[in-house]
């Protein structure tokens, strides 16, 4: 029965045939590894690779982290994305640092306690960091899971999440959880992919379900299906001689904490002049003040969100009054602030 020799087929796969490499594949540090799992949420191990072996060596420890500027490490953070993980990376940094004296949690349970740690992330810190056997389940180890054993339960279900992770525990190897968790992880990603997975290379093969029935690209199996907002921005990159308006996004929305030029925000795309009489009502700039370009518009994809972006540089003769809670900063320096990807987009044309 494939469920008694699952783990023994899967660690026989990873010790002949797993050549993924990894700069954290390994690692027993906590806070390196808890660093890559926060990075690593919602992000691609080819992107998320170049920020954290940016934060090791800015950061080399848990308590340089600590210590730094909410400003610095969001501007590390930059382009990212999902900036409440960078969020919650300070605050924990800064309560392991200042409550438990730069000394990680070592259970599950005080692990899992931590800001922005939920089961999965704690599961990989504590079988990677302390061998303790706790059974990973990311989006991986959910889709070798669903073919290979036919699992239909949706895995954005409660009762799929309550499933998938219990049969991951049963398959666990107790005696050798890292390695374990880090090979079923790798073949996923390596094997047993979202798309042309490498079937005729896989060890399970003759047992998979998917496989046997030709339902491949039916598993897993989702019930919610993914709601886009389309939101329409227009920037005004207003321009006082050499110094530009910017200032903190401190609402609970996207790109908390991240920087932008005055924006009005309009529920329908080409709506430009609506946008330049609002700004123009709003005391940005007059009719005598020189709008010198209007550009195209620039997007960003977000998980829930799509973002349509214009930029209007305006040249004004004064500091606007209404925009006396703007930080005004001279265009040399804009590289110091930390912006949204959609804003870096359009400054790499305008300085």
């Known amino acids: 029965m494939i469920i008694n020799t699952f783990s023994k087929t899967l660690l026989k796969w990873n010790k002949s045939q797993n050549s993924r490499s990894m700069p954290w594949k390994g690692e027993k540090d906590p806070y390196r ?34 210590l730094a ?33 730069s ?20 599961a990989a810190i504590a079988s990677f960091s302390y061998n303790l056997p706790y059974a990973v389940v990311d989006g991986n180890v959910q889709r070798v899971l669903a073919r290979i054993f036919g699992i239909e339960d949706p895995i954005d279900s409660t009762s799929g999440k309550k499933r998938f992770h219990a049969l991951a525990q049963e398959l666990l190897d107790k005696k050798n959880p890292a390695i374990y968790n880090q090979a079923i992880m790798d073949f996923g990603a390596t094997v047993c992919k979202p798309l042309q997975p490498l079937c005729s290379q896989c060890p399970f093969a003759s ?13 897993p199996v989702k019930s919610k ?20 308006a910017i200032r903190e996004r401190l609402t609970k929305d996207i790109w908390q904490h991240l920087h932008e030029f005055p924006l009005m925000e309009l529920e329908k795309e080409g709506s430009l002049n609506t946008a330049l009489d609002a700004a123009r009502q709003a005391g940005w700039f007059h009719a005598k003040d020189f709008i010198s370009s209007i550009s195209n518009t620039y997007k960003q994809k977000l998980t829930h969100q799509h ?33 949204p990807k959609v804003i870096n987009d359009f400054l790499k044309t305008a300085l």
């Not at 046997?212 to 598993?219: C, G, L, P, R, V």
């Not at 606007?320 to 590289?335: H, I, Q, R």
């Open 307 to 339: 973002i349509h972006a214009v930029f209007i540089t305006v040249q004004v003769g004064r500091m606007p009054s209404t925009l006396k809670n703007y930080d005004w900063v001279e265009a040399d320096k804009l590289a110091q602030y930390s912006f």
């Open 225 to 244: 299906k993914l709601i886009i907002k389309n939101r329409y921005f227009y920037f005004f990159f207003i321009r006082c001689r050499n110094k530009i």
């Open 69 to 101: 500027s909410d400003k610095e490490v969001f501007k590390l953070w930059e382009g990212l994305g999902y900036y409440s993980r960078c969020r919650n990376l300070i605050a924990t940094a800064r309560h392991i640092y200042q409550e438990r004296n």
């Open 33 to 66: 590894i808890w660093l890559s799992e926060i990075i690593l949420q919602q992000t691609r191990v080819e992107q998320g690779w170049e920020y954290y072996t940016r934060f090791i060596t800015t950061f080399p420890s848990v308590k340089e982290l600590a």
């Open 103 to 122: 000394v990680f949690p070592q259970t599950y349970e005080e692990i899992l306690k931590l800001k922005g740690v939920g089961p999965y992330t704690a």
């Open 207 to 219: 047992d998979c379900v998917a496989f046997k029935e030709n339902k491949i690209a039916q598993f």
